[in-house]
Nanobody, 119 residues
Framework: QVQLVESGGGLVQAGGSLRLSCAAS????????LGWYRQAPGKQRELVATVTSGGRTNVADSVKGRCTISRDNVKNMVYLQMDSLKPEDTAVYYCAAERQIGPARYVYWGQGTQVTVAS
């Protein structure tokens, strides 16, 4: 089972930047996809961005142009660089890892890190 630990959240003014980090407990080389999701109070968890083992990225329209996801297979890390932050970006941000083994799909989640953007 992959354990994920997020860090880098905090309070930032609108227009500011944050870099979230997610450390995996084992090699991410064989993990099919890594991603960041977020959940604001009273809302469902939503996709922010994902990156596959091949480096292909997918970024939600709501953060496109402001967020960049990257992975470091040597350090077993995944990052989310967030710029030009808006109050509506306030949420708990979760790191996720998806592993496909044959027909079985496993998804692992971190505990989350709070991001608060003040207007």
């Amino acid at each position: 089972q992959v354990q994920l630990v997020e860090s880098g959240g905090g309070l930032v003014q609108a227009g500011g930047s944050l870099r979230l980090s997610c450390a995996a407990s084992e090699s991410i080389f064989s993990i099919n996809a890594l991603g960041w999701y977020r959940q604001a109070p009273g809302k469902q968890r939503e996709l922010v961005a994902t990156v596959t083992s091949g480096g292909r990225t997918n970024v939600a329209d709501s953060v496109k142009g402001r967020c960049t996801i990257s992975r470091d297979n040597v350090k077993n890390m995944v990052y989310l660089q967030m710029d030009s932050l808006k109050p509506e970006d306030t949420a708990v941000y979760y790191c996720a890892a998806e592993r496909q083994i044959g027909p079985a799909r496993y998804v692992y989640w971190g505990q989350g890190t709070q991001v608060t953007v003040a207007s």
